[in-house]
Nanobody, 125 residues
Framework: QVQFVESGGGLVQPGGSLRLSCLAS????????MGWYRQAPGKERELVAA???????NYAEPAKGRFTISGDTANTTLYLQMTSLKPEDTAAYYC???????????????????WGQGTQVTVSS
């Protein structure tokens, strides 16, 4: 298994900022990509931003210009700096990890992906 420590969510007024943090740990052989997703009540989970092992970033349209993803995939740490927050940004934010794990007793690393437990972001006055 991969364990996650996510933090940084909370209640913020419109126009405010928050910084989310994620640390993944476990029997990780290598990381190919980490990302932040969010899910609002009654809606499907959607990509917010992602960072791959080459340092390339990918942002969903609502996040462009307001959110910045950063981190170190080699150390399985990920951050999301969110600014100019809007009420429509209200959601549970989930850290996602993709990569190779060496399962106990195995000889060859195999691909896996895991989700963090989520951290709530509420934007409201």
């Amino acid at each position: 298994q991969v364990q996650f420590v996510e933090s940084g969510g909370g209640l913020v007024q419109p126009g405010g900022s928050l910084r989310l943090s994620c640390l993944a740990s476990g029997s990780i052989f290598s990381t190919s990509r980490m990302g932040w997703y969010r899910q609002a009540p009654g809606k499907e989970r959607e990509l917010v931003a992602a960072l791959d092992s080459g340092g390339n970033t990918n942002y969903a349209e609502p996040a462009k210009g307001r959110f910045t993803i950063s981190g170190d995939t080699a150390n399985t740490t990920l951050y999301l700096q969110m600014t100019s927050l809007k009420p429509e940004d209200t959601a549970a934010y989930y850290c996602h990890w993709e990569g190779l794990r060496l399962i106990e007793g195995g000889l060859i690393p195999t691909p896996h992906n895991y989700w963090g437990q989520g951290t709530q972001v509420t934007v409201s006055s």
